[in-house]
Nanobody, 116 residues
Framework: QVQLVESGGGLVQPGGSLRLSCAAS????????MYWYRQAPGKEREMVAR?????????YYGDSVKGRFTISRDNAKNTVYLQMNSLKPEDTAMYFC????????WGQGTQVIVSS
């Protein structure tokens, strides 16, 4: 079955960096665009970044993270990454990996807290 397992979240000070990972299994990872979403308490889930199957088409980034976050993927490892730099308190959220397969598949999420 389709599985998406996120990792790499944690507590970081403002201005710091984190790298999230999402390990995928149960489907042909290299055939699908992959996405990162986030959801802060009391807010709707929002798309953070999107990457094409090979990563060669221009990636999408939400306005709030442009220039700070970078999405990448390693198809040999069935893993998608989100490098987050210059983190701000407003980046605090649960971060989810999403694959547009089986009607849409989500991971369990990894918590990111940006606080001094």
């Amino acid at each position: 079955q389709v599985q998406l397992v996120e990792s790499g979240g944690g507590l970081v000070q403002p201005g710091g960096s984190l790298r999230l990972s999402c390990a995928a299994s149960g489907f042909t990872f290299s055939n699908y665009y992959m996405y990162w979403y986030r959801q802060a308490p009391g807010k709707e889930r929002e798309m953070v970044a999107r990457i094409s199957t090979t990563g060669t088409i221009t990636n999408y980034y939400g306005d709030s993270v442009k220039g700070r976050f970078t999405i990448s993927r390693d198809n040999a490892k069935n893993t998608v990454y989100l490098q987050m730099n210059s983190l701000k308190p407003e980046d605090t959220a649960m971060y989810f990996c999403y694959a547009p397969i089986m009607g849409g598949s989500w991971g369990q999420g990894t918590q990111v807290i940006v606080s001094s």
